[in-house]
C-alpha cells in the first residue's frame, strides 16, 4: 500500500502562486509515476500534471502550460506543484494520485483545496 498526503493549499489572489507538496510513503520501490489532478463541484476530476518516477518527464494540461511546473524529490518520496499567475479558474480540490504500475492512478491523496480570488 501507498499513502500520499499533500499539503500547501489555501487561499490566494488571481495572480499569485502557490506550492503543493505530496509526500509518499509505504511501498514506493516501485513508483512508476506521480501526478496532480483536481476536481471543482459537480465535475468530473481533471488531470493536471504527471512526472515519471524513472526519467522525470512531465506532462500537463494545456490549461496550465507555461504557469504550472511539477517536480520531484526521489529521495524524499515527494512531488512538488509550484503554479504562478494563478486563474480563478485554477479554484479547485488538488488530489495527488500515484501510479505504480503504468496503467493509472491506483493511489490518491486526500486532496487539499485552492482557491483563488479574483
Known amino acids: 500500500q501507498v499513502q500520499l498526503v499533500e499539503s500547501g493549499g489555501g487561499l490566494v489572489q488571481a495572480g499569485g502562486s502557490l506550492t503543493l507538496s505530496c509526500a509518499a510513503s509505504?511501498?514506493?520501490?516501485?513508483?512508476?509515476?506521480m501526478g496532480w489532478v483536481r476536481q471543482t463541484p459537480g465535475k468530473v476530476r481533471e488531470f493536471v500534471a504527471s512526472i515519471s518516477w524513472s526519467d522525470g518527464h512531465t506532462d500537463y494540461v494545456d490549461s496550465v502550460k507555461g504557469r504550472f511546473i511539477i517536480s520531484r524529490d526521489n529521495a524524499k518520496n515527494t512531488i512538488y506543484l509550484q503554479m504562478n499567475s494563478l486563474k480563478p479558474e485554477d479554484t479547485a480540490v488538488y488530489y495527488c494520485a500515484g501510479d505504480q504500475t503504468g496503467a493509472g492512478w491506483g493511489y490518491w491523496g486526500q486532496g487539499t483545496k485552492v482557491t483563488v480570488s479574483s
Open positions: 509505504g511501498r514506493t520501490s516501485r513508483t512508476y509515476a
